[in-house]
C-alpha cells in the first residue's frame, strides 16, 4: 500500500512551483483560514486594489473626460482576456453585463440564425443557464429539451441551440470544447464561469460562449461577464437589448436602431468602468503567471486533494465526483457525502476551510491556483479528516435543525 | 433696465445656501475647473470614496461570506432610494443593470399585462429608450410610434405602453410627472436618469420607472441603474430574462423557472456589489441633505444662469431652451447656439468649463446641486460670455476642422 503523501511532500511541491510567489499577491487578513471556495468568488489581489485605486482617482480628477479612455474597456478588456484566457481573436469578446443577460442576448440572437430546431441543455447544468433558456425556448415558440445528461444533450434531435458548461458547477467535469464544438450541428453557446481562469481555453471555431470574472478571474463580487461571438457570426446577429452602447452612432437623432459593427452590437447600456477596470487589472496577474502554469498548477492542486480523499475521506463516507484525470476536471474538486450540508457548515465555523455545499449532498473545494499552495490543500484536508472522524459535523447539524 | 446679478449676489447666495457645505465632500483636484457635466456623469465624493473602500475591505476580509451582506445589496439600497428620492414604498424598487436593461424587462413585462395597443414615445427621448422600445415592440409584433412631441406621445390611440424622460435629457423640460400618471390610460414607463437626485419625485400611483445612479446621485461611472413597479403590478410581471436571482429558490435543482415574489423577480443576475455599495455610500450624502434642499437649491441655480444667459448670451447668439419656470425643468440649462460644438469644445479646452454638447446645437450646462455653488455658476456664465465675445471657438473650429 502506497502512503498518501505527507506535509513534507506538500512543502517540496510548493518549493518547485513557479507560481509559488502570486500567493503574497492575494494578503489573506485571516491567515489560519484556508480558502477554498475561489471557484465561488476569488480573492482581492494588490493587484486588483491598486487597480480600482486608479479607476477612482480617474474618476475624480478627470471625472466625464474620462469617458475618452473607458470607452474602449468592454473591448479593450476583451480583447486581453481573449488573448490571454480564451484563445480567441481581438474583437471576438467583450465584458459586458451578467453572464444572466449575456446568455439571453446570445441565445435570442443564436436562434435568428436558426429559425427552426429545439433549445437544449442538460438538467445539471448551471440554474441560470437553464431558466434563460427556457425563458428564451418560450419567446420564440421553440420547444425547450432538458436531457437527463451531457451525452443525452448532445443527441437531442432537431436542436438549434445546446448550451453546456465546460465545466460542471457541482461535479467539477470538464467538457472536450474542441471536440464538442467539430461535431455538433447545433450551435453551441458555452457556459465558461467554472473554467475561464483556471483552466487555457481553446475558443477556436466555437460560436458562442458567455462567462464571469468574479470566479477564479478575481475581478471582485459580482464584477462583470463577458461574451464570445466568433467574428464570421457577428454582422448576422442582432440583440433583442438595443442600446445605445450596441448602436452604431450612440447618440443619432435618428428615430432608427443601427447595430454596429462587430461584437459592439452586443453591448447594451452604459458599461460598469470600475469594475471592468478591476478585471482589467485581475487579468495583469494572469498575463504575468500565464494560464498553461495556472492549468498546470490546478491539475497538481486537485490531484494532491484527490490522492488525499482517497487516502483519508473515503473511509469517512466521502465519495470523489470529479473527474480523475486533469484534462476532464477544473480546479474544483466535489465530495459526495450525506452529510455534505453539516460537514460544509462546520468545517467553516470551526476550523476555517471555507468550502461550499451545493445541492444535495456535495461538499466542493476550490483550489484557485493563483493564491492556493499544495500546503494549504493538504492541510484543508487533514481538517476535513480530523473534524468529520470527531463528528464535529453532528454538533453543527443539531444546531442547524435547532435554528430552523 | 435691472442690472444682472454681480459676483457679490451670487457670493450672497452661497453665503445664505444650506447645502454649501456639502462642496467639500466633493473636492476638486483640478480647483480652477467648473465643472457642469454632472448631469451627465456625477463626481466623487469622500463618502463614496469611503463606501467603495469599506466594501473593496469586505471583499478582502470575508470573501465569499460577504454574500450574507451583499445578498441584500439590490432591495436595501433600492428601498432607500425609494424613500430618500422617489416617493416609493419599500419593496418597490430595485437597484440592477443597466438602465437600458431595466427598461427592456420592464417593457416587455408591461407587454404581458396589455395583449393589445401599441408602443410609443416621443422623438425627442432619450436614444437608447427609442431603441429598446422599437426593439421591444418589434419583437412583440406592435406597434411602435414614434410621436413628434411628448404632446403627441400623449394622445397616440390605443397606446398599451408609453415611455418618457421625466426631464428631458437635451431641453431640461421636466413633466408633470403625477398628472400624466393620473390620466394616462396607457401604462407609463418614466425615465428618471435626468431627474433623479436633481428633484424630488414622487412615483404615487405610477406603473413602472426606471434610471441611472451615475449623473445626479454621483454613484460612479457606468453605475447600476434602478427600476421601480408599483407593489399592486409586481406579482403579475414576469421578466423576459429568468435569471437566478430572480428565482424563487436561487440554486433549486428542479428543471422549472418559478420567480421569486414581489420586485425580486425582475433580477437577473449576480448583482454588481462595488458599484451598488457606492451607491448607497451615494444616499447617505443625499440623506443628509435632503431632496427638498437639494431641488431648492438646483433651482435658485438655474435661475441665476438663465437670468445671465439673457443678459448677457442673447446678444452672443444664445437661445435659453429650457423652460423658465423651476418646477418645469430639472438642474441642467440648455443654451442653444449655432456654433454650439466648437465652443463646448472652447469651453473645456480653453477656461475649463466643463459642460457637454448635444445633437444638432446644444451647449448644456449642469448644475448638480450638492458641489456646484452660486459663484460657480456666476463664474461660468462670465467665462462663457468672454470666450464667445473674443470669438476663441473659432480657433477651435477651424482646429477641429483641419483634424476631420
Known amino acids: 500500500v502506497t502512503q498518501p503523501p505527507d506535509r ?66 468592454p473591448r479593450r478588456v476583451g480583447d486581453r482576456l481573449a488573448d490571454l484566457c480564451l484563445g480567441a481573436a481581438p474583437g471576438e469578446v467583450l465584458v459586458t453585463d451578467s453572464t444572466t443577460v449575456n446568455l439571453y442576448k446570445l441565445a435570442h440572437a443564436a436562434l435568428d440564425l436558426r429559425p427552426q430546431g429545439v433549445v437544449a441543455t442538460d438538467a445539471d447544468n448551471f440554474p441560470t443557464d437553464r431558466y434563460v433558456l427556457e425563458g428564451v425556448a418560450a419567446a420564440r415558440g421553440r420547444r425547450f429539451v432538458l436531457a437527463d445528461s451531457v451525452e443525452g444533450a448532445l443527441q437531442v434531435p432537431d436542436a438549434a441551440l445546446l448550451c453546456l458548461s465546460h465545466v460542471d458547477y457541482r461535479t467539477g467535469r470538464r467538457l472536450d470544447l474542441g471536440g464538442i464544438t467539430r461535431a455538433s450541428e447545433a450551435m453551441v453557446v458555452w457556459d465558461l464561469s467554472h473554467s475561464v481562469g483556471a483552466v487555457a481555453i481553446d475558443l477556436s471555431g466555437a460560436d458562442l460562449a458567455v462567462g464571469c470574472s468574479y470566479k477564479y478571474l478575481n475581478a471582485g463580487p459580482g464584477g462583470p461577464a463577458f461574451l464570445y461571438v466568433r467574428r464570421e457570426l457577428q454582422d448576422a446577429l442582432t440583440s433583442p437589448v438595443r442600446g445605445w452602447f450596441g448602436q452604431r452612432d450612440q447618440f443619432a437623432m435618428g428615430p432608427a436602431y443601427e447595430p454596429a459593427p462587430g ?10 468602468v470600475l469594475a471592468t477596470t478591476a478585471l482589467d487589472a485581475a487579468l495583469d496577474v494572469v498575463a504575468e503567471a500565464g494560464m498553461a502554469a495556472i492549468e498546470r498548477k490546478a491539475a497538481s492542486l486537485t490531484d494532491l486533494a484527490i490522492t488525499l480523499a482517497d487516502a483519508w475521506l473515503a473511509e469517512l463516507g466521502f465519495e470523489v465526483v470529479t473527474p480523475r484525470s486533469p484534462t476532464e476536471r477544473g480546479a474544483h474538486v466535489a465530495l459526495r457525502h450525506p452529510e455534505a450540508w453539516p460537514i460544509c457548515r462546520a468545517l467553516i465555523e470551526r476550523v476555517r476551510v471555507v468550502g461550499d455545499f451545493r445541492q444535495p449532498d456535495i461538499l466542493r473545494l476550490g483550489f484557485s491556483p493563483l493564491y492556493i499552495s499544495h500546503t494549504d490543500a493538504w492541510d484543508a484536508m487533514d481538517r476535513i479528516r480530523t473534524l468529520v472522524a470527531a463528528g464535529v459535523h453532528r454538533d453543527i447539524d443539531a444546531q442547524l435543525r435547532r435554528v430552523t
Do not use: C, K, Q
Open 8 to 73: 513534507a511532500s506538500a512543502e517540496a511541491l510548493d518549493a518547485a512551483d513557479p507560481l509559488a510567489a502570486f500567493r503574497s499577491r492575494f494578503p489573506d487578513p485571516e491567515p489560519d483560514r484556508l480558502y477554498l471556495d475561489g471557484n465561488s468568488l476569488g480573492r482581492l489581489s494588490t493587484d486588483v486594489e491598486h487597480g480600482l485605486a486608479a479607476a477612482i482617482g480617474t474618476w475624480r480628477t478627470r471625472a466625464v473626460e474620462g469617458w475618452a479612455e473607458w470607452v474602449e474597456l
Open 263 to 272: 461584437i459592439d452590437r452586443l453591448m447594451a447600456g452604459t458599461p460598469p
